[in-house]
């Protein structure tokens, strides 16, 4: 009786793990990590910088299986001030000063998170995600201005449909990896030195 009292006790902790572990809408929340290359240096000016989220939609896409159920992935929290926060260090590392963008102020850089969409495609043994990242610069400064979008995308795969550490990491990163791109920009950094 005893034994069989345990088995049951393990069971009912298996299935509330694996009911712990079942997949769900998924609000992800963006904290990107810029890794600015050591070899870059900017100068002492001051930035004005503005973040925004210009994305048409908070709903990134959905994982799951499609012959069962899908659930969508979304960031719902606005990602500007964390994007912010890291740009301006970022910046900070390579001399710059760093202060919230006002109108006319010169030089300055406008970032825009323009897309970010996310694809879950069951393939024959195992689930492909996908995102699709777009970020634009705006620079300006006197009579020198740059305008450009980077894009990134990234994929995993997976022996099931993704978690949400799974898509936080795969969207972070392609976030991550847009504004690397950009802040590495020559272009850019030249605009802003003007």
Known sequence: MTNAIKWLCAALGVAAILQGCALHNQDIRID??????????????????????ARETKKLGEVGDPNRQMFDIAVNEDPSPAIRTRVAAALGKLGYKVEPYQEGMEPSLKI??????????????????????????????????????????????????????????LVNGAVSMALTDLLSDQQLLDTLNK
């Open 32 to 53: 990107p990590n810029i890794d600015m290359p050591k070899s870059m240096t900017g100068s002492d000016k001051t930035i004005g910088l503005a973040v925004s989220d």
């Open 112 to 169: 825009e998170v323009q897309t970010l969409k996310l694809n879950s495609d069951k393939r024959a043994l195992d689930f492909l995600t996908t995102l699709h990242a777009e970020v634009t610069a705006h620079a300006h400064s006197g009579a020198e201005s740059f305008d450009k979008t980077f894009t990134v995308d990234q994929s995993m795969n997976t022996a099931g449909p993704a978690y949400k550490r799974d898509t936080t990491r």
